[in-house]
Nanobody, 122 residues
């Protein structure tokens, strides 16, 4: 079981930037692929980005390609989501998750954080 704590959410104007962080509890953090999902108001949770344990492979939803970047610092057991050129439709609760492979993270089935709210005003 991996415990995850997200931070960095907030209110930002359209076109602005935010960086989300997710700190993981396990010392074997490098063994886990990590990812971000989001849940817009009144909608289902959707995949945003994922990164392999080594950081060498990443995956993004089409809606955020070119604007968001996922990265990780294995020495700090932390994964980041840099969000640039934010749009009102990016407004959502953002969740961090961990799993044993990139594919399992993209599937989004377990090891969720509690979420952090991101609100983008127009």
């Amino acid at each position: 079981q991996v415990q995850l704590v997200e931070s960095g959410g907030g209110l930002v104007q359209a076109g602005g930037s935010l960086r989300l962080s997710c700190a993981a509890s396990r010392r074997t953090f490098v063994n886990y692929a990590m990812g971000w999902f989001r849940q817009p108001p009144g909608k289902e949770r959707e995949f945003v980005a994922a990164i392999s344990g080594s950081g060498s492979s990443t995956s993004y939803a089409d809606s955020v390609k070119g604007r968001f970047a996922i990265s990780r610092d294995n020495a700090k057991n932390t994964v980041y989501l840099q969000m640039n050129s934010l749009k009102p439709e990016d407004t959502a609760v953002y969740f961090c998750l961990a799993d044993l492979s990139l594919e399992m993270v993209v599937a989004g089935t377990r090891n969720w954080g509690q979420g952090t709210q991101v609100t983008v005003s127009s």
